[in-house]
Structures are given as C-alpha cells and as structure tokens.
C-alpha cells in the first residue's frame, strides 16, 4: 500500500470534511459573538442617549425659555433683528448692528445666559455628532426643541473670539434643520395628495359634464 496515498485520502474523505464543519461551526460562533456584541453597544448608545435627551429636557430647554420669557435680553435689536440661513450646507450669520446694537447686547447683564445656552447646547451635541450617542434616536425627541433653542442664540456664534467655538451645535442644527424641513414638505405633500383625492373624482364629473356640454 501506498502510505503517501492513505494520508492523501485520509486527508480528502475524512480530515478536509471534519475541517470544514468545525470552520463552519466557529465562523458561526464568531457571527453569533458579534451579533450579541453590536445588540449590546447598540443597547448602551441608546441608553445614553436616552439620558441625554432627559438632560435636554431638564437643563437645556428651561434655561432656552427663560430667554424667550426675558424681555430685556430677548428683546434687544441684535438678538431680534440678527439672521440666520443655511447656504450650501453652511451656517450663515447675517448680523444686525445698526445703533451699535452688538455693543448694546453685549453690555446686557444678561448676555452671558445666551452663551451659557450656546454652551449646553453645544456639550449636548458634541456626544450626538461623535457618535457616542444616536442623534436619530434621539431626533423625534428633542429635535425641534433644540433646533429652536439654538435658533435663538445662533447670532452669538459670530461674535466668539475664537472660531468654531461651537461647531458640534451648529452641525446638529444643520443635520436635523434639513430633516425637519423635509418633514415639512412631506407633510405639505401628504396634504396635496389628499386633497387631490377629494376634489378628483368632483373634477372629473365637471369635465365630463363639460365635454358632454361641448359635443352638443
């Protein structure tokens, strides 16, 4: 007998199968492993986020409305009259200082309340844009409400001595601006479409009507 042919053999029928099955086998455990792993960072950035968006709810939003309910900082010109836009995927600060107006707002006593409000807005954003947290999850929750509160300061990001001081709160701005605008349009659209669907078939009967008036 040929040993080099047995150990060849031994190898194809016996040894290659046991082989496969126990590869096959541990790519499975590994995919199981993964799969758990993921289930459970996924289960601690929702977590986290969701303590977020409760911190949000605490801190942020009070302290954004007591700034809309203070008339003597709310109500200064560079705060009312001061414009924000987005232009190619970019915040734009259109600033008014007609009057020495961001001289008059920065002597305001209570001008440090706007920027202690872009402050928070922008810790809590920080973990949103790095990802530690899910701005998507925590977008049905808060994103209106924080859209609107950053609206309000937004202005105060171009008079920061340094620059992108507070980049994180506008690039979570910008992100759920767009998302907000396009539920908007949806909504517009979902409308338009149910409208359709009543007046149509009342349309029709009047063009028929029409046509019919025509042929005589």
């Not at 305001?108 to 920027?115: L, R």
């Not at 171009?158 to 767009?178: D, I, R, S, Y």
């Not at 409308?191 to 359709?196: G, P, T």
Request: hydrophobic share 40%.
């Amino acid at each position: 007998m040929n040993p080099f042919k047995e150990v060849v053999q031994f190898f194809y029928f016996v040894a290659l199968p046991l082989f496969t099955l126990w590869l096959a086998w541990e790519l499975r455990q590994l995919r199981i492993e993964r799969k758990e792993s993921s289930a459970d960072s996924w289960r601690k950035i929702v977590g986290f986020t969701a303590r977020q968006c409760a911190l949000f709810d605490e801190k942020i939003a009070p302290l954004a409305e007591s700034l809309k309910n203070d008339t003597n900082l709310y109500n200064t010109d560079f705060l009312k009259k001061s414009r924000i836009s987005v232009e190619e995927e970019r915040l734009v600060c259109k600033l008014y200082n007609t009057g020495k107006a961001v001289e008059r707002f920065l002597d305001n006593d209570h001008s440090k309340d706007a920027v202690l409000l872009l402050d928070k807005l922008e810790g809590f954003a920080t973990f949103l844009t790095s990802e530690l947290a899910s701005e998507e999850v925590a977008f049905p929750s808060v994103g209106r409400a924080y859209c609107s509160s950053f609206r309000k300061v937004a202005c105060v990001t171009a008079l920061m001595p340094e620059e992108n001081v507070h980049q994180n709160a506008a690039k979570l701005f910008l992100t759920w601006n767009e998302r907000l605008k396009g539920r908007v349009l949806q909504r517009r659209t979902d409308d338009s479409e149910e409208l359709i669907k009543e007046i149509l078939p009342n349309a029709r009967d009047e063009v028929g009507r029409f046509d019919e008036t025509g042929s005589d």
